[in-house]
């Protein structure tokens, strides 16, 4: 099997995200990071799991990230669990701040990834579900997935 080249593929998502909350609109962002987290990243061992973003004095900060120590850094590890600044345009950041003051908005991370050599993060700006909307949800892809597989088994039924 040949092996994936090192620009490309996610290095962690937050697969629950999609799940409790309605995506309105992504950004893809940079994100300021020390040597040891990038190596620690090229490995593999990050959890977005718990993180979220916020904008705080014109910048945008995503807290709980989580980046594994890298272990040959010895004295200059970095804190698994600080904050780190996000990378965007003064305008994007005065659009997500407008529609963040709208009730309920909240900006969540999505995927960790590469791109090229440069680490990137997808945000996104969401609005929360509740727990009905959320079985709603559940039971729409359920429904459209029974019809995916019926029309493909018609498919292969005319064949």
Excluded: C
Aim: glycine share 6%; hydrophobic share 35%.
């Amino acid at each position: 099997m040949p092996k994936k080249p090192a620009g490309e593929g996610a290095i962690a998502t937050n697969r629950k995200a999609r799940h409790d909350y309605d995506i309105e609109q992504t950004f893809e962002v940079g994100i300021a990071l020390v040597g040891s987290e990038v190596k620690s990243l090229r490995d593999g061992k990050a959890s977005l799991a718990e993180s979220y973003a916020t904008i705080r004095k014109d910048e945008v900060f995503v807290y709980n990230m989580h980046i594994a120590e890298y272990p040959q850094a010895s004295m200059q590890n970095h804190d698994p669990i600080r904050p780190r600044k996000l990378l965007l345009h003064r305008a994007e950041i005065s659009k997500i701040r407008a529609k963040m003051e709208q009730q309920g908005y909240t900006l969540v991370p999505l995927k960790l990834y590469f791109k090229t050599n440069k680490v990137k993060l997808e945000l996104a700006l969401a609005r929360g579900r509740k727990r009905h909307d959320k079985r709603q949800a559940i039971m729409k892809r359920e429904h459209q997935r029974d019809m995916a597989r019926a029309s493909g088994a018609a498919r292969k039924a005319g064949r």
